[in-house]
């Protein structure tokens, strides 16, 4: 019978089988020691250094505790019973199943359940069968801790041949007399139940922890891959201009020299089909990251120069912003520039949207190795809220930061304002040679 002609009912049973020899018999006594349990909870992130090393091993003295008051509970059930021998051993074999559950936990379920005729026989346990009252624990203890270091469907499984098992007591090895086995199935189900809805929850927190990190990332990826698009449409336009100017330039050479020697004329024609070619190249590069809904700007990209015009439109936003200019003002490359243009933007644009009723202070140096620039905003005042924000805009000045080979600080000031601090290294004009 083939795979496709057997019915779901049969796959079902295939597949519960599997789940059960995995679960229970798969390596079931394989060296699986418990860990330490974490000290990043929120009681136990709380105590000092020396007790928190201590605390991570709690599970660990819970199950030991455990095996002493089982061990504890059958020494007391034979001082009622005169003192047995039987009795007081036999409380050490459900203890054991316990302390085995830190080290290989599926063992200590089949050492728990297998030894309770045995632990039943020795503790004279005639009035209650098949558990005597410290296997009764232990067992219920011995899920207990299964379930929480496996699986939800390795619970199921315990439990169902726990019940299995009790049925086989009472039909072939039952005493006769009374019989635990309704209370064994009714507080271990209510054990593994709860900690199966506690394991299920921890998973589940777990899982959102993860699936949060990872949107964090890739919102964070798509933020930068969105930045540099933009950064790439605007050096298309500059580097473009440029380009054009070039070719225009060398195209028109010729005409301003009388009778130029046909070497000349050769190499600025060789120089215009340069530069056209690598607009032309540009231009498809640039296609491959730009949007189809993209329009390109009519205006040129700003500069440093059209500073003024952006600083009196924050202030008529509501933003007080103070400019000062050190240094001798000269002309940049054109990326730097807007570069420049963009980043004292985006951090006026973040001091409206963060800090309302702050004010801002604009510093730019021009200095001999390049361009340093200073944002700061103080405190926000009144009663406006302000606006949330995932930092995207912070992630898109360091993009253009970093293009330029510059170094850039965005940390928070000592007032409770804000400070963005860059420096874009610029190499020295090189004064053309005088003609000979």
């Known amino acids: 019978m083939t795979e496709k002609t057997r019915s779901p009912e049969f796959r079902l049973a295939m597949g519960a089988v599997s789940g059960l020899r995995q679960d229970l018999f798969h390596d079931a006594f394989a060296y699986r020691p418990l860990p330490p349990m974490s000290t990043e909870g929120p009681l136990t992130r709380r105590l ?49 199943a316990l302390v085995m559950t830190l080290v290989r936990p599926a063992g200590a379920w089949w050492v728990s359940l297998l030894s309770t005729p045995v632990v039943g026989v020795l503790g004279h346990s005639w009035d209650g069968w098949p558990w005597t009252p410290s296997s009764f624990v232990a067992h219920i203890g011995v899920m207990t801790v299964v379930a929480a270091r496996t699986r939800p469907r390795t619970a199921a499984w315990m439990w169902a041949c726990t ?9 072939f090895i039952g005493s006769g007399s009374g019989t635990d086995s309704p209370q064994m199935l009714f507080f271990s189900a209510l054990a593994l139940l709860t900690t199966t809805v506690v394991h299920v929850r921890r998973e589940a927190q777990r899982e959102v922890t993860v699936q949060r990190t990872v949107t964090a990332v890739e919102r964070d990826r798509r933020t930068l891959l969105e930045e540099r698009t933009t950064i790439a449409r605007e050096l298309h ?92 003002v000269r002309e940049l490359p054109q990326g730097v520039e807007l570069s420049a243009y963009r980043i004292i933007q985006e951090a006026l644009s973040n001091a409206l949207r963060h800090a309302p009723g702050s004010t801002a202070k604009v510093e730019v140096s021009y200095v001999l190795g390049g361009l ?54 610029v190499a020295p004009a090189v004064a053309p040679e005088p003609a000979a």
Do not use: C
């Not at 019940?163 to 039909?171: D, G, K, Q, S």
């Not at 056209?276 to 120069?305: C, H, I, K, M, S």
């Open 237 to 328: 336009d500059v580097v473009a201009h440029h380009m054009s100017v070039v070719a225009i330039q060398a195209e028109a050479a010729p005409y301003r020299v009388e009778n130029p020697p046909p070497e000349l004329e050769q190499a600025f024609v060789t120089i215009r089909e340069n530069a056209v070619a690598a607009l032309t190249e540009l231009r498809r590069v640039l296609g491959v990251v730009r949007a189809e809904d993209y329009e390109a700007p009519d205006a040129p990209q700003p500069t440093l120069a059209e500073l003024d015009r952006l600083i009196a439109n924050v202030r008529d936003a509501g933003l007080a912003v103070d400019k000062t200019v050190t240094g001798s």
């Open 163 to 171: 019940a299995v098992y009790a049925l086989f007591a009472e039909a």
């Open 372 to 425: 340093g620039l200073r944002i700061v905003n103080t405190a926000p005042q009144g009663l406006v809220k302000p606006s949330p924000g995932a930092g995207h805009g912070i992630t898109g000045m360091r993009e253009r930061v970093a293009m330029l080979n510059g170094e850039m600080t965005a940390e928070a000031a000592q007032d409770g304002g804000y400070e963005v601090a860059v420096f874009v290294p």
């Open 48 to 96: 000092p250094g020396r007790l928190r090393r201590y605390a991570a091993w709690t599970p660990h003295a819970v199950v030991v505790g455990l095996a002493v008051i089982v061990m504890l509970l059958s020494a007391v059930v034979a001082d009622s019973e005169g003192g047995s021998l039987g009795a007081a051993v036999s409380g050490l074999i459900p203890a054991a």
